[in-house]
């Protein structure tokens, strides 16, 4: 097998946007999945709503 | 598997027509919900949250999906791949992120058009109306959508350590 000429993309590692913007996705799905944790695995109208809204959200029949 | 150029350019318009019209729709729903927040007239927040939810569902949603389901076909039948290129990978991550985080987010919204859709809505209901929460979404699913748009067009380089080990695989094979 012939020696393969360098190629740019192969030898410069991890690009450092890509670091960025894996630091920033962590930060988001951690902040996203604690969100879920914190309302007990609801992301529905409980959470969205004011407490001084006075609606009480509605029973979804199966 | 590779797409003939034909169907390259068609799976790619498909993609971009759903996609951009997933953010146009979404800068659309921003505005709506901006206003739904911060109307004096309660008949206009209630007109808000009711076009706000068939909207979604018949917009919103089946753009988004489609966006998804392109931007797979399109990866996977070119060079570019699914898992090859930084920017695909964030790409999908995003999509898939903003897809579970929609769909989940319809129950709100529902919820919302149920009180709007109420003949006797009091000012406390009125109140819970006016909630920060779709403005809030609509906004950093705006900004998620730019995002992945600015990388679809730029690509920035960087390959992936599957992407780097393709690469010479195909290169060992055409040098042999």
């Known amino acids: ?62 | 598997m590779t797409m003939t150029p034909g169907v390259t350019k068609l799976a790619l318009t498909a993609h971009v027509v759903s996609s951009v019209g997933w953010l146009g729709a979404v800068a659309c729903f921003l505005a709506l919900s901006v206003v739904g927040l911060t109307s004096q007239h309660a008949q206009t927040v209630r007109a808000v949250y009711l076009v706000m939810e068939p909207t979604a569902w018949f917009v919103l949603v089946p753009l988004c999906l489609a966006s998804l389901l392109t931007g797979l076909v399109q990866s996977l039948g070119t060079k570019w791949g699914l898992f090859r290129h930084y920017w695909v990978l964030f790409k999908l991550l995003m999509n898939v992120f903003a897809t579970i985080v929609l769909l989940m987010y319809m129950q709100t919204l529902d919820y919302f058009a149920g009180i709007a859709a109420e003949t006797t809505v009091s000012s406390g209901d009125l109140g819970g109306l006016r909630s920060p929460s779709p403005v809030i979404h609509a906004g950093l699913a705006l900004l998620l959508l730019l995002v992945a748009t600015v990388l679809a067009v730029y690509k920035p380089r960087g390959l992936t350590p599957y992407g780097r080990r393709k690469q010479y695989e195909q290169r060992a094979v055409s040098q042999p």
């Open chain 1, 1 to 62: 097998m012939a020696d393969l000429p360098p190629d740019p993309d192969s030898t410069t590692g991890t690009p450092r946007w890509v670091k960025v913007f894996g630091i920033i996705a962590v930060v988001v799905v951690l902040l996203f999945v604690i969100l879920l944790l914190v309302g007990g695995g609801q992301h529905g109208p409980g959470r969205h709503t004011r407490s001084d809204g006075g609606h009480t959200p509605p029973v979804h029949q199966p």
